[in-house]
């Protein structure tokens, strides 16, 4: 039974489509892990389709679960399906394959992922400094890494070829973010959609996985990689819009990002925080300030009350003079 496009979601095929993306990608009611693999739940009913290339939000959200719990796996892949392992390991395989991603694929996937955005974001940033440690993670100057190809896992060193004009951090970086991406873009290729009268030149893909690699090309040759401003968050999106510096929502989710509410709450809680201290415990300068402003009461109190006491007199005389005077009747 062929899944259907969820209604949220025809604006976004439109969008797809101007764009050359006519492909949609479907996600299943229910998803659970058994024996270490992401499947859909058996018996359920099937769920609906999208158009995962204009969900920008994509690289952002799995390179969060690179250190996520089995949940925060589940809770994605309920809002945007399987990463496509099915698709990617079937691809000219002799034996036939489990249907599923395996979830030690996915983190690594996850991962791969965070690696590029991470070193993309030293690079635009020109920070160096930064770039050497992550390196050094990594186990510079010889770089080996552990990274998702496809459906497969690898390991790699990376060294640097020909001398640059430029220092070898930065070199370094963009030779192994342009490798790992463009190892994963073998799933995308160029296709021909009819668009009625005409032709149009677009791109098909094979899994999610390919769409998020993608995005990330896109975003390396002339977007930015920004990292969340929430301090407790931190994770790394592709911004968009200049004025943008928190997480971009979820697919469905409509408002505020979450991680810029959380942090206007955690911003509030200290102002009152603050206040709350000043009130209770005043600095020994607010004290003496309060002890001026107290006997400076006192005395305004008994200036105020001299002036009484003297207008009521005042008041009297008045008033025994005009009595003096007063013309008697004839």
Not at 169 to 190: E, H, K, M, Q, T
Not at 282 to 311: C, F, I, M, N
């Given at each position: ?245 928190f997480c971009p929502l979820w697919r469905g989710v ?77």
């Open positions: 039974m062929m899944n259907a496009i969820h209604p949220d979601e025809w604006s976004r095929v439109s969008d797809a489509r101007r764009k050359g993306f006519s492909g949609l990608w479907p996600v299943e009611d229910t998803y659970r892990i058994r024996n270490g693999i992401i499947e859909a739940a058996s018996g359920k009913s099937p769920g609906q389709q999208y158009a995962p290339i204009t969900h920008i939000e994509l690289p952002n959200v799995l390179a969060k679960l690179y250190a996520g719990t089995d949940e925060e796996v589940l809770r994605f892949v309920g809002c945007y399906g399987l990463l496509g392992y099915f698709e990617l390991a079937s691809q000219g395989a002799e034996e036939p394959q489990r249907y599923g991603d395996p979830l030690p694929w996915v983190r690594q996937h996850a991962l791969t992922v965070h690696l590029i955005m991470n070193l993309w974001r030293l690079v635009q940033d020109a920070d160096e400094g930064g770039l050497q440690t992550e390196l050094a993670k990594l186990g510079s100057p010889l770089v080996t890494i552990r990274f998702a190809e496809g459906a497969k896992i690898r390991r790699l060193p990376f060294t640097l070829g020909a001398e640059r004009p430029e220092p070898w951090p930065f070199a370094l970086a963009r030779d192994i973010v342009s490798y790992l991406i463009n190892r994963n873009l073998a799933g995308i290729g160029p296709v021909l959609s009819d668009v009625g009268p005409s032709l149009q030149l677009g791109f098909s893909f094979r899994s999610l996985i390919d769409v998020i690699y993608y995005q990330l090309a896109v975003a390396v040759t002339g977007q930015r990689m920004q990292r969340c401003a929430a301090k407790d968050c931190g994770g790394l999106f592709i911004q968009h819009d200049p004025r943008q510096r409509q408002g505020e990002s979450p991680c810029s509410l959380r942090e206007r709450q955690r911003a509030l809680r200290e102002r009152r925080s603050h206040q709350s201290t000043q009130k209770t415990v005043p600095h020994q300068h607010d004290r003496g300030k309060a002890r001026l402003s107290q006997k400076g009461r006192q005395e305004q109190t008994e200036k105020l009350t001299q002036q009484r006491t003297l207008t009521k007199g005042e008041c009297h005389r008045d008033t025994i003079k005009q009595t003096r005077y007063r013309r008697l009747p004839a």
